[in-house]
């Protein structure tokens, strides 16, 4: 099959990196939720090539994620798990690190719940929670372009939309995390970065 291709994984990756090697340098293994069309796990994986990268989606996008990943051929990147947020248990028992990116604004509400609380139970104490994506502040849009993306959204399914951080900050320190960092990134985007600082609840 023909790849797939998305302009936004291409524009980011390289910011993304620039967080992602600084906070990953000591991680084993990073499970991504939401691989998409494969290409950030490919970017990723040969830039990090110390790392374990976990590919996973649902069943729907396993071909494309399999297309980049056979084409990179990569030793360290790892083709997709059937991974639906919602379904427990997920299919895998434990990672050092959670990686998604574009993923909270597509997702329901309710999703957004259990795939906070899904990670919170596949990592260690000192394990990386780690979220890319737009957000509002105090329910207040950080650009106008935000704002129409947000409606966009909206018009496609209510149950979408750009999420409050400190909504995601309360799923995350009800999950056990205590917030790292809120990186600025381009495009009105903000890389979170959290750390498991309690045992699981």
Known sequence: MSKPFSQACENNK?????????HLSD???????GSGTGQHAVYFGEHLP???WQTSDRRVYHDGIRAWVTEADLDNVR??????????????DA?????????A????????VAFVAGAGRVLPLGGLFLL????SYGGVHTSESNERFNLSLKSQDPAMGIRDFEAVGRL????????????AMPANNRLLVWRMTKQHP
């Open 14 to 22: 390289r910011p993304i990196h620039e967080i992602l090697s600084r």
């Open 27 to 33: 991680v084993r293994e990073v499970l991504e939720i």
């Open 50 to 52: 110390h790392l374990i």
């Open 79 to 92: 083709p997709p798990l059937d991974l639906d947020v919602m379904v427990e248990p997920w299919p895998v």
């Open 95 to 103: 990672v050092d690190a959670v990686f998604s990116a574009n993923t």
């Open 105 to 112: 604004h597509i997702m329901s509400w309710p999703m957004v």
């Open 132 to 135: 890319y994506g737009p957000f």
């Open 172 to 183: 995350a320190q009800a999950a056990g995390m205590a917030l790292v960092e809120d990186n």
